[in-house]
């Protein structure tokens, strides 16, 4: 399944000039590759940092970046209109001054001030620039006005600088697009001031020093509902299991982990001062009795049973703790049979390890829409809630049905 929304929609790619701009081009790449129609608009700036011939040749596009280029086609107007998203990577801490003040002194300003598209900005900085005053009053001032405005990485800067403000890799980017694109209204900031602890991935539980037992868990829906809650507001803990080298969202606390028990003690501790825990890893029931501290090797003395016994239950832990006001989120992945369907064995969990909301995934062999939570960029399900509640979850991407989990957490926190 492709990882884009309905083919050709119209997306300007606003690039500033900063250092950062270089990773505009593998956004640009992304986003072709998903179906869509990219106009580049740089400033002159930017096009120090990357020439208008590598721009053109990803788009298939002259690059446009002065105003008095195809003066009588009204260009920042026809731009603004026909867009259905526009995407500002690099942000610069200008850029961001620019748009905050509504001046339209160059094609990218001027372009904004006419698009009623959705519009997200990424900004890219120095760590002293992002933490300023005058850029956190900017900040905030576009998302009043409703501008996603996605908190940026931390990691390397120019030089040997480090800290925060440094541009989200082009897949997070593009994956926000994407959410854009399906669902508008999805990246509200309703998690300001909140702590959420977000566990994803499979576990490893090891048989000896070479070979594990673990499961086929991506870690993707984890990693989206962490993405997603940290560009929301909230502070993100993620305890991230067995993953297919994903890379780490921007502005989440990533604790890394390998076993079940490993997981269940970084979740327990990280949940302590936690108003809601959402349990999306798939994690190990169980784990090998005795772990062999060599090799096991082929022949007359290999074993003939690998005897088992059952992990800890985290999330019946958590749930038994009963600390007062946090929301516990379980997820369950299904397989229906002959007697009973896949919703029906999720109330049934669902009643049996009380959380307050549990997501049902169907998951089997059978290929198909309803197989699809394992290792893929779509998913689909139901949420149902103790309250009784049940909620579809169309199919769609991972990120959306993150922003329906958070939707229902942010209902219930308020």
Request: net charge negative; charged share 25%; proline share 5%.
């Amino acid at each position: 399944m492709s990882d884009g929304v309905a083919p050709s929609k119209e997306i300007v790619l606003g690039v500033s000039g900063g250092i950062a701009a270089y990773k505009a081009c593998e956004l640009l790449r992304r986003l072709r590759e998903a179906g869509h129609r990219v106009q580049v608009v740089a400033t002159p700036n930017a096009l120090t940092f990357v020439g208008a011939a590598t721009f053109e040749a990803l788009s298939g596009r002259e690059v446009l970046s002065g105003v008095f280029e195809h003066v009588p086609e009204v260009t920042h107007v026809a731009l603004g209109r026909r867009a259905d998203l526009v995407v500002c990577a690099p942000a610069t801490a200008d850029l961001l001054a620019r748009l905050a003040a509504g001046r339209a002194d160059d094609l990218l300003t001027s372009t904004l001030l006419t698009a009623r598209c959705p519009v997200l900005a990424v900004p890219a900085m120095h760590t002293e620039m992002w933490e300023h005053p005058a850029t956190r009053d900017n900040v905030a001032t576009l998302r009043r006005r409703g501008t996603v405005v996605l908190e940026p990485a931390s990691g390397r800067l120019t030089g040997a600088d480090s800290g925060a403000g440094r541009l989200p890799e082009p897949v997070e980017i593009a994956e926000f697009a994407r959410l854009l694109l399906e669902e508008p209204a999805t990246l509200p900031r309703d998690l300001e001031g909140r702590h959420v602890v977000v566990s994803a991935g499979g576990t490893a539980e090891p048989l000896d020093p070479v070979r594990t037992l673990g499961n086929r868990s991506s870690g993707r829906q984890g990693y989206a509902l962490a993405r997603v809650a940290a560009q929301r507001g909230a502070h993100v803990t993620l305890v991230a299991g067995t993953t297919a080298d994903l890379e780490p969202p921007a502005a989440v606390d990533l604790v890394a982990v390998r076993t079940t028990e490993e997981m269940r003690r970084a979740v327990v501790d990280a949940a302590k001062d936690a108003d809601a825990v959402v349990m999306a890893a798939a994690v190990a029931d169980f784990r090998p009795t005795a772990v062999a501290g060599f090799k096991i090797k082929k022949g007359d003395d290999e074993p003939t049973a690998i005897h088992l016994t059952r992990n800890p239950d985290i999330l019946a832990e958590l749930v038994t703790e009963q600390v007062p006001g946090r929301l516990v989120v379980g997820f369950a992945a299904e397989t229906g049979d002959e007697d009973h369907d896949v919703l029906s064995y999720g109330r049934a969990k669902l009643a049996r390890k009380g959380c307050d909301l549990l997501v049902v995934n169907a998951v089997g062999a059978g290929g198909g829409a309803h197989h699809s939570a394992f290792e893929g960029a779509d998913n689909e399900g139901w949420l149902l809630g103790s309250d009784g509640s049940s909620v579809q979850l169309p199919m769609g991407s991972k990120a959306a049905l993150a922003a329906r989990v958070w939707d229902a957490v942010a209902a219930r926190l308020g």
